[in-house]
């Protein structure tokens, strides 16, 4: 279908307006316009679409009683982990929270592996033992359970970058449910005063577990929140507004001017958790409301069709192409096997020489290697 059309037919870029962002503390903004080329429209419909089908694949899996435990699901939110990581170097920091899987994949992590984990399976990105809440690689420190607390471990991360002088930057993302926890105010003390190149993003999804921000928060201006450090608040949904805040929050960073605030206004599509149905404190009705408004796929598929940046059916292909790499990566992930048993005390430490750990009992003992 793509063949019969000349690829010369499409425009190489497009220039877009976007939304102005709210700004604190900041006599200029990042870009009200943004360029986007067909080569990075195609990628960035692709990234997100990815996340998107294999999010709804987690979700299958999950009712199948294939995945267990702890599951946090990111569709809806795509717009906000592509482009936070299209704007930043491959040698840059992330650190999240629990709604992991996005971030994994955006930082490099393949689907399969990411299925495998949240499957328990040996060839996971943590070797199984990690789960949905638990996912790393190069750069990437996951994965954070316990609300709030990999906020410290960014700042951690960003004194890390300007000690050994890399020009390097650290994201540290939380949720609005995490944004009133006292940790989070310690660090951005701590941030300010030593100037650390950290990037902090609250990524405002309107609801902590069931409890909208406004039930929660005596103020909902997260991005201000840093008081002494700047902030903006960014429209989360649009993947080029996130883009050009992203570039402008580390340029930020870089020059040496220490910590800066961003405000994702986002929306996830699931509940919480998979345990959670998601619609006793919101209706339906809002959330196929934002669906059909503010979608970031739909987003940024209308914007390359309407600019001649792609063909309906160019990117219908690549949909096709999505959901069947998403069903070879569940068939890997239902079928790998679960790592041994004898690797439980694996990986305690890294570059260690091996050592025994105890197991249940006394008489049992687990050889540990890094």
């Known amino acids: 279908m793509v063949?019969?059309?000349?690829?010369?037919?499409?425009?190489?870029?497009?220039?877009?307006?976007?939304?102005?962002?709210?700004?604190?503390?900041?006599?200029?903004?990042?870009?009200?316009t943004?360029?986007?080329?067909?080569?990075?429209?195609?990628?960035?419909?692709?990234?997100?679409?990815?996340?998107?089908?294999?999010e709804l694949k987690s979700d299958q899996l999950y009712k199948q009683k294939i995945i267990r435990g702890f599951c946090h699901l990111y569709d809806g939110q795509e717009a906000c982990c592509v482009g936070l990581e299209v704007a930043i170097k491959p040698t840059d920091h992330v650190i999240t929270a629990y709604r992991v899987h996005g971030f994994a994949y955006a930082r490099g992590v393949p689907v399969r592996t990411i299925l495998a984990e949240l499957t328990g399976?040996?060839?996971?990105?943590?070797?199984?033992?990690?789960?949905?809440?638990?996912?790393?690689?190069?750069?990437?420190?996951?994965?954070?359970?316990?609300?709030?607390?990999?906020?410290?471990?960014?700042a951690g991360i960003?004194?890390?970058?300007?000690?050994?002088?890399?020009?390097?930057?650290?994201?540290t993302l939380y949720g609005d449910g995490a944004a009133n926890q006292g940790q989070i105010f310690e660090t951005y003390n701590m941030a300010a005063l030593w100037k650390l190149p950290c990037v902090f993003i609250c990524e405002n999804n309107r609801y902590g577990m069931g409890t909208?921000?406004?039930?929660?928060?005596?103020?909902?201006?997260?991005?201000?929140?840093?008081?002494?450090?700047?902030?903006?608040?960014?429209?989360g949904m649009d993947v080029l507004s996130v883009r050009e805040a992203t570039k402008f929050a580390t340029e930020y960073c870089?020059?040496?001017?220490?910590?800066?605030?961003?405000?994702?206004?986002?929306?996830?599509?699931?509940?919480?958790?998979?345990?959670?149905?998601?619609?006793?404190?919101r209706t339906r009705e809002e959330i196929q409301e934002v669906r059909s408004k503010s979608d970031p796929?739909?987003?940024?598929?209308?914007?390359?069709?309407?600019?001649?940046?792609?063909?309906?059916?160019?990117?219908?292909?690549?949909?096709?192409?999505?959901?069947?790499?998403?069903?070879?990566?569940?068939?890997?992930?239902?079928?790998?096997?679960?790592p041994p048993l004898?690797?439980?005390?694996?990986?305690?430490?890294?570059?260690e020489p091996p050592f025994e750990v105890r197991g249940p009992n006394q008489w049992i003992k687990y050889k540990s290697v890094s």
């Open 297 to 338: 796929i739909t987003l940024l598929k209308d914007r390359m069709i309407n600019n001649n940046l792609a063909s309906i059916e160019e990117l219908k292909e690549i949909d096709v192409a999505v959901r069947k790499e998403i069903e070879e990566a569940a068939q890997f992930a239902t079928t790998d096997p679960e």
């Open 212 to 235: 909208s921000v406004e039930r929660a928060a005596a103020s909902t201006d997260y991005y201000k929140r840093g008081d002494f450090i700047p902030g903006l608040r960014v429209d």
């Open 121 to 154: 399976r040996k060839g996971g990105c943590a070797k199984g033992k990690g789960g949905s809440m638990h996912m790393y690689t190069k750069n990437f420190y996951g994965g954070n359970g316990i609300v709030g607390a990999q906020v410290p471990l960014g």
């Open 254 to 281: 870089r020059a040496g001017k220490g910590p800066i605030l961003m405000e994702l206004q986002t929306y996830r599509y699931h509940g919480h958790s998979m345990s959670d149905p998601g619609i006793s404190y």
């Open 158 to 171: 960003a004194l890390a970058c300007k000690y050994f002088g890399k020009n390097e930057v650290c994201l």
């Open 34 to 54: 943004a360029v986007l080329t067909r080569e990075e429209g195609l990628h960035y419909y692709k990234t997100m679409q990815t996340i998107r089908r294999m």
């Open 342 to 351: 004898e690797e439980l005390g694996h990986h305690i430490y890294f570059n």
């Open 3 to 32: 063949a019969s059309r000349n690829y010369t037919d499409f425009a190489n870029e497009a220039t877009f307006e976007i939304k102005k962002c709210d700004l604190h503390r900041l006599e200029e903004g990042p870009s009200t």
